[in-house]
Nanobody
């Protein structure tokens, strides 16, 4: 129910914009966010954003990455600038959502999109 896109190969110093759209049966969405996992590493938080647009950004990307969302489109975005080789990872979006008013809140994950920063 989460579809991520926008990854690719970029040179150091370049930019990419990731998008993630939630679809299907969704009553409401709470927090949304981006996480990443590099080979041999655990998945780590990149940035999150609440439904009221309060953001939390990891220190490693602060000042370079910006998270935003469009509640009308059930979408979250990650603008990545001044990319570094250490940003190379699979990026996953996540949404804390519920399918109906009576449903419990559940963490939905996107399929992941590869970001490779290399010259």
């Amino acid at each position: 129910q989460l579809q991520a896109s926008g990854g690719g190969l970029v040179q150091p110093g370049g930019s990419l914009r990731l998008s993630c759209a939630a679809s299907g049966i969704i009553f409401s969405i709470n927090d949304m966010g981006w996480y990443r996992q590099a080979p041999g590493n655990q998945r780590e938080l990149v940035a999150t954003i609440t439904s009221g647009a309060i953001t939390n950004v990891a220190d490693s990307v602060k000042g370079r990455f910006t998270i935003s969302r469009d509640n009308a489109k059930n979408s979250v975005y990650l603008q990545m600038n001044r990319l570094k080789p250490e940003d190379t990872a699979v990026y996953y979006c996540k949404a804390n959502a519920r399918a109906t008013r009576a449903s419990i809140w559940y963490d939905y994950w996107g399929q992941g999109t590869q970001v490779t920063v290399s010259s």
